[in-house]
């Protein structure tokens, strides 16, 4: 997995990798800020961190994408953040996804667990237990319908387990052999 961004914990933005501004549209987003603390880009660079990030200190880890943004817009940047929708900030959103779901088979399975997981969800949501076929059986078995709830927490329980496998692949990715860190382009 990449390691472009780091969370400052005290500001709540992000630190960059500086090779990450050699690969567009990261190198685009740094440059059309001509700021002399980058403010603009760095905010843009958070945004893409919180949007991406696989790890469970993400505190918008399990929203959906359009939910994730307008949190990420609410809770960190008090409604300022205007950038949401622009072309490059999308393109790099893309970007490290694509990167994430290539270097992380285990990442890739979770979040599609996830979204099965949220689909499964939504369903039980709007299930009616009266429903019935045109010869007036039950369209849904309430022994299936019970099955399925009962199934609920050993599913949630996989996830669980499933994204702790995906934090520690993450983090033994960051290390070489001598135990260094080591950057994105080094991995």
């Known amino acids: 997995m990449d390691d472009i961004f780091i969370l400052n914990p005290e500001t709540q933005r992000v ?3 500086p090779p990450i501004l050699l690969i567009e549209p990261y190198k685009t987003i740094w440059e059309r800020d001509k700021s002399e603390k980058k403010s603009g880009a760095y905010d843009d660079f958070t945004f893409i961190h919180f949007m991406t990030s696989p790890l469970r200190s993400n505190p918008f880890l399990e929203l959906k994408d359009e939910e994730k943004a307008a949190s990420i817009n609410k809770d960190v940047f008090s409604n300022n953040y205007k950038n949401y ?5 999308l393109e790099a959103i893309e970007l490290r996804k694509k990167w994430l779901w290539e270097n992380s088979f285990t990442y890739s399975f979770y979040k599609n ?3 099965l997981a949220r689909k499964l969800r939504d369903n039980l949501i709007v299930i009616d237990p009266n429903e019935v076929t ?3 059986s039950l369209k849904l078995k309430p022994a299936d319908i019970m099955r399925a709830l009962k ?3 050993d599913t ?3 996830l669980k387990k499933q ?3 995906v934090f520690e692949e993450y983090k033994v990715a960051k290390r070489n052999t001598n135990n260094k ?3 994105h382009f080094e991995k």
Do not use: A
Not at 85 to 89: L, N, P, S
């Open 113 to 115: 667990g996830i979204e």
């Open 181 to 183: 860190q080591i950057n």
């Open 163 to 165: 994204s702790l496998t």
């Open 156 to 158: 949630i329980e996989q």
């Open 151 to 153: 199934e609920l927490p």
């Open 15 to 17: 630190v960059i990798d």
């Open 134 to 136: 045109n010869n007036g």
């Open 85 to 89: 929708k622009e072309i490059k900030v």
